[in-house]
């Protein structure tokens, strides 16, 4: 390899993020012994690199629902993303969220619980763990007794009058339609566990006792 060969090979590796792609830095090295380069991490003259483009979708999930939609789409569009596949379809997903603006507006009229209504909006454009917390934080509230009956309701609204939005977070509405069942097994799991944990505790606990006892007469 030449020097120019090299610096790029490294220029290369220096942009992967090793605690979310660390398959890619064997990629790269698989390519530079089979002596080929690597067109998906080499950007053209010009283009933001990776960490900018995320930088750029986060600042636009912040106060998504603000934004004029015809500014939203444009922005997004604007984003080159090629060769970047889940960066591109964290782009396609909020697009369609945007093309459903009319109908999320309308089910925010609808009445249903608030709250529910808040955690759809952050499931649909927020990062992943704040997806997630969001989805899971409905789902225990929605497990309590009185709020069950409201969150089967939004589920089934949703569903029935918002299917495209529906297909987006099918797998939260299928939670919030079950959240009692959800939330009272994983009850009865913390507290088997819990149970298993102190009655490991108490026998382990007597062993160590015991060797301790038994060294101390030895000695």
């Not at 609808?110 to 808040?118: F, G, K, M, S, T």
């Not at 759809?120 to 789902?139: I, K, W």
């Not at 102190?198 to 606990?205: E, P, R």
């Amino acid at each position: 390899m030449t020097d120019a060969e090299v610096l790029a090979y490294l220029d290369d590796v220096l942009r992967v993020d090793p605690a979310r792609e660390p398959w890619r830095i064997l990629e790269l090295r698989s390519a530079r012994q089979r002596g080929q380069s690597d067109p998906l991490m080499r950007y053209p003259p010009g283009r933001p690199d990776r960490a900018a483009l995320e930088a750029a979708l986060d600042g636009l999930r912040r106060g998504f629902f603000e934004r004029a939609q015809a500014d939203a789409r444009a922005d997004l569009e604007a984003l080159d993303l090629a060769g970047l596949p889940d960066l591109e379809r964290t782009r396609a997903r909020l697009l369609r969220v945007n093309e459903l603006r009319d109908s999320l507006a309308e089910l925010a009229q609808e009445p249903l619980d608030a709250e529910l209504v808040r955690a759809l909006h952050t499931a649909l454009v927020a990062p992943s763990l704040e997806a997630r917390s969001a989805r899971d934080a409905s789902v225990r509230m929605s497990g309590a007794k009185r709020w069950s009956r409201h969150s089967r309701r939004f589920a089934r609204r949703v569903r029935a009058r918002y299917p495209e939005v529906a297909a987006l977070e099918p797998e939260w509405l299928e939670r919030l339609q079950h959240a009692r069942r959800e939330v009272r097994e994983s009850t009865a799991v913390s507290r088997s566990l819990g149970c298993f944990g102190a009655y490991l505790v108490f026998v382990l606990g007597g062993k160590l006792v015991r060797a301790l006892i038994a060294w101390t007469q030895s000695n």
